[in-house]
């Protein structure tokens, strides 16, 4: 009993505290995009994409999965769109017109990446087998009109230098994902949800023989 009571208390806490936002979207395996002319590598094509927010640190987390290891001998690197706000650039011309973006992170499969002509700290890029992770601070990404978790976030492989040809993938497809705060709606289930497993403890105590 005392431990159900403690694993709520700590849930609600940390939601209700708001430190780390997160939401992520899944792509299917050897979806490469119509009109792509480069080599069909595993590291090029994206199985996953997630984007967490912490307010505390003021910074973001983006991960991405690949279809396979990350192989730095082989060509290409990855573009991480962000939409702070305006988003006047997108994919339109290709069919793609939610993918919108006003800053472009370019991560390097050496381990390095530059936000809009700055470079990220040194250790701000892990790359470990398939997965690919990012720490990006608030600062690089100043807002033009959206609170930091809300800001909308798309990762697109690219073979190399050149136009959307070279664009292996995109993830999450014509859309971006961000770190965004639950609905109303959501809050009021979350509440709920604890009400009834309160009532439902609260049963058992009753219940309980002396």
Do not use: C
């Not at 790359?127 to 992770?133: H, Q, R, T």
Request: no cysteine; net charge negative; aromatic share 8%.
């Amino acid at each position: 009993m005392r431990k159900s009571f403690s694993i709520i208390a700590t849930a609600a806490s940390l939601f209700m505290a708001g430190g780390a936002l997160a939401a992520s979207v899944s792509d299917p395996v050897g979806d490469f995009a119509s009109g792509y002319v480069g080599p069909h590598q595993a590291d090029l094509d994206v199985t996953g994409f997630s984007v967490s927010y912490d307010s505390a640190a003021s910074s973001f987390l983006l991960e991405s999965t690949m279809a396979g290891p990350i192989d730095p001998s082989l060509p290409g690197f990855y573009a991480i769109g962000v939409n702070t706000g305006t988003g006047p650039a997108s994919f339109a011309s290709i069919g793609l017109p939610g993918v919108r973006f006003n800053q472009v992170i370019a991560v390097q499969k050496a381990g390095t990446a530059v936000v809009s002509g700055s470079s990220l700290p040194a250790g701000s890029v892990t790359i470990v087998g398939d997965l690919l992770s990012v720490v990006v601070p608030l600062s690089l990404l100043p807002s033009t009109g959206f609170a930091p978790e809300a800001y909308g976030f798309n990762i697109w492989p690219r073979s190399g230098a050149g136009g959307t040809e070279v664009i292996s993938d995109f993830a999450p497809d014509n859309a971006t994902v961000a770190a965004a705060v639950p609905e109303p709606a959501g809050w009021m289930m979350m509440i709920l949800g604890f009400g009834v497993l309160g009532i439902r403890m609260r049963s058992r105590l009753v219940s309980k023989p002396a």
